[in-house]
T-cell receptor, first 116, second 115 residues
Framework: AQSVTQLDSQVPVFEEAPVELRCNYS??????LFWYVQYPNQGLQLLLKYLSGSTLVKGINGFEAEFNKSQTSFHLRKPSVHISDTAEYFC??????????????FGSGTRLQVQP | EAGVAQSPRYKIIEKRQSVAFWCNPISGHATLYWYQQILGQGPKLLIQFQNNGVVDDSQLPKDRFSAERLKGVDSTLKIQPAKLEDSAVYLC?????????????FGPGTRLTVL
């Protein structure tokens, strides 16, 4: 079985400050890792994904994440946030051995609240 | 390119009633997913289709939920009869069928309230 843990349910931060949203996963096999963002009353939008190669992944809107296999983590970071980054952020995984099964397993989400 | 379309956006029903949701995926996307997102939680897969065949329905409550994808394009998800705990947002997503790295594109969801 696999699981995804997002340690912080809410993260308040001031505008232009840096932010890190934490994600840890557990799996006995290799996984593919994703971060999605959900704005109010909208569907989820892919921010970035790690499939292989460089462990530092850059995504849209200035976000980046680093895959750390030894710590089974995939934390999301942004050096300077904007008010428009206020949203719910979800970390998700797919197991590499699940032939044909491509469903994402999501964490419970982190609410990023950017204050002026 | 048009995104994933879902309707209705909102639905309120009484418990024990039936309800149906519709999804139109991005053109050319072979794989379609239905997820259930309960308030305060991440989405959870209900069913995955590849073309019009079911790949994974292991978490679908089959005594009350059903889904179909006729002709490998549009899909409908039905609940009959609904329970209070079915109150959630139902998200449809689609992707190409190139591998694990495929991006899943999500629709805006249908918010179901069961009274």
């Amino acid at each position: 079985a696999q699981s995804v843990t997002q340690l912080d349910s809410q993260v308040p931060v001031f505008e232009e400050a840096p932010v890190e949203l934490r994600c840890n996963y557990s799996s006995s096999v290799s996984v593919y890792l994703f971060w999605y963002v959900q704005y109010p009353n909208q569907g989820l939008q892919l921010l970035l994904k790690y499939l292989s190669g460089s462990t530092l992944v850059k995504g849209i809107n200035g976000f980046e994440a680093e895959f750390n296999k030894s710590q089974t983590s995939f934390h999301l970071r942004k050096p300077s946030v904007h008010i428009s980054d206020t949203a719910e952020y979800f970390c998700a995984v797919i197991r590499s051995m699940d032939t044909g099964r491509r469903a994402l397993t999501f964490g419970s989400g982190t609410r990023l609240q950017v204050q002026p | 390119e048009a995104g994933v379309a879902q309707s209705p956006r909102y639905k309120i029903i009484e418990k024990r009633q039936s309800v149906a949701f519709w999804c139109n995926p991005i053109s050319g996307h072979a794989t379609l997913y239905w997820y259930q997102q309960i308030l305060g939680q991440g989405p959870k897969l209900l069913i995955q289709f590849q073309n019009n065949g079911v790949v994974d329905d292991s978490q679908l409550p089959k005594d009350r939920f059903s889904a179909e994808r006729l002709k490998g394009v549009d899909s409908t998800l039905k609940i009959q009869p609904a329970k209070l705990e079915d109150s959630a947002v139902y998200l449809c997503a689609s992707s190409l069928d190139r591998g694990f790295g495929d991006t899943q594109y999500f629709g805006p969801g249908t918010r179901l309230t069961v009274l």
